[in-house]
């Protein structure tokens, strides 16, 4: 409890030298922390959402309800980054160009609020993984405050639940385009489908999955716990990802594993 103690201290100390502030609000875990906590030491909060072909519809409406619950203003920007050819031919520098994008639009934003100082919801683990994006962020200004102040993702969930978050136990959320290796183009169809078919998993009682699109083939990934799931709403899931366009169902017995594709488009070839 001392510990937590010190990086609250630390998270306060740091969001105070940038009061008023903006945050690119996701709706995810670390962002919802970030603005339930700068909300309640800061003069002023603006959260800035970005709804966007590459993002799930859900996310937007849980952002935009979370915010109006808890009193926060808000702003929400529909932004295509698939009309950014750099982007959609999705090289493995593509979240660069595409944070790029969103980020200048965001701090677009914030500037005609009258707002200078704009912040994410990087935490110290997102320094262990192939972020790219990050460097658009810090070219920007951007600033990572729960980074800053030393949270990682143990630490958000225990702060969270502290204060009073009620989904903290809520799983990490990724960008769609994160389900399809690089060197393989983006389109809206291909995401729309992962989309579906990773909502129909949630449905059946996978709260954590990743859908991995290589062509006409899906591979599911998740929990080894969640295996039986799967297995016991197989019908279910055939039907579905076949509409979708799936011709292979297949479940990947590693599990769900962070940023899988991380590795060059020719390590990830299904024939």
Request: glycine share 6%; proline share 4%.
């Amino acid at each position: 409890m001392k510990k937590l103690l010190g990086y609250e201290r630390n998270l306060s100390e740091i969001l105070k030298k940038n009061d008023p502030l903006a945050i690119a609000f996701s709706g995810g875990l670390d962002s919802t922390l970030l603005a339930k906590f700068a909300d309640s030491i800061l003069n002023r909060v603006l959260l800035v959402h970005v709804s966007s072909p590459l993002t799930k519809k859900k996310e937007t409406l849980n952002a935009v309800k979370w915010a109006k619950e808890n009193k926060i203003e808000l702003v929400t920007l529909s932004i295509d980054p698939l009309k950014n050819k750099k982007v959609r031919r999705n090289p493995e520098d593509r979240c660069y160009h595409c944070k790029k994008v969103i980020f200048k639009k965001v701090l677009s934003v914030a500037k005609n609020a009258g707002i200078k100082s704009l912040a994410d919801g990087t935490n110290k683990d997102d320094f262990g993984d192939f972020r790219p994006g990050m460097k658009a962020a810090d070219e920007l200004g951007v600033i990572h405050p729960l980074a800053e102040a030393g949270l990682g993702k143990k630490e958000i969930r225990i702060l969270s639940k502290k204060l009073g978050i009620k989904d903290w136990k809520k799983p990490a959320a990724a960008c769609l385009a994160t389900r399809i290796p690089y060197g393989t183009a983006l389109d809206i169809k291909t995401l729309d489908r992962i989309e579906a078919c990773e909502n129909l998993l949630e449905e059946i009682g996978i709260r954590s999955s990743r859908v991995r699109a290589f062509g006409d083939f899906a591979v599911i990934e998740t929990a080894p716990s969640d295996f039986h799931f799967a297995l016991k709403n197989k019908a279910s899931i055939i039907k579905t990802f076949k509409k979708c366009g799936f011709r292979r169902i297949l479940l990947d017995v590693e599990g769900y594993r962070t940023g899988s594709l991380n590795h060059p488009a020719s390590d990830f070839q299904i024939r």
